[in-house]
């Protein structure tokens, strides 16, 4: 089992930078694959960007492509996500959880172990 907490959520304006972080505990983190979703009010929670335990594959979703960065550090336990060219439409809490098998898979239920989430506040 793998405990998450992700922070780094804060007010920003419209076109500014963010970087988010989800920091793992034990000792098996560099052996998953990882995502990140968001949730805005009165919406679901969607799919934003995953990265193979090795770092060396990622995929993200279209809104966001171009503008955002999921990277990881295996020795730091801990998962990024890079977000540049805010828009008021990103505005959500952001949540990282770790993959149940494989990797590049986007649905809610191809998750699990998810962190408390951080809200990220857009303002235009």
């Known amino acids: 089992q793998v405990q998450l907490v992700e922070s780094g959520g804060r007010l920003v304006q419209a076109g500014g930078s963010l970087r988010l972080s989800c920091a793992a505990s034990g000792r098996t983190f560099s052996s998953y694959n990882m995502g990140w979703f968001r949730q805005a009010p009165g919406k679901e929670r969607e799919f934003v960007a995953c990265i193979h335990w090795s770092g060396r594959n990622t995929y993200y979703a279209d809104s966001v492509k171009g503008r955002f960065t999921i990277s990881r550090d295996n020795a730091k336990n801990t998962v990024y996500l890079q977000m540049n060219s805010l828009k008021p439409e990103d505005t959500a809490v952001y949540y990282c959880?770790?993959?149940?098998?494989?990797?590049?898979?986007?649905?809610?239920?191809?998750?699990?172990?998810w962190g408390q989430g951080t809200q990220v506040t857009v303002s235009s």
């Open positions: 959880a770790t993959a149940r098998r494989g990797y590049g898979f986007t649905t809610l239920g191809e998750y699990e172990n």
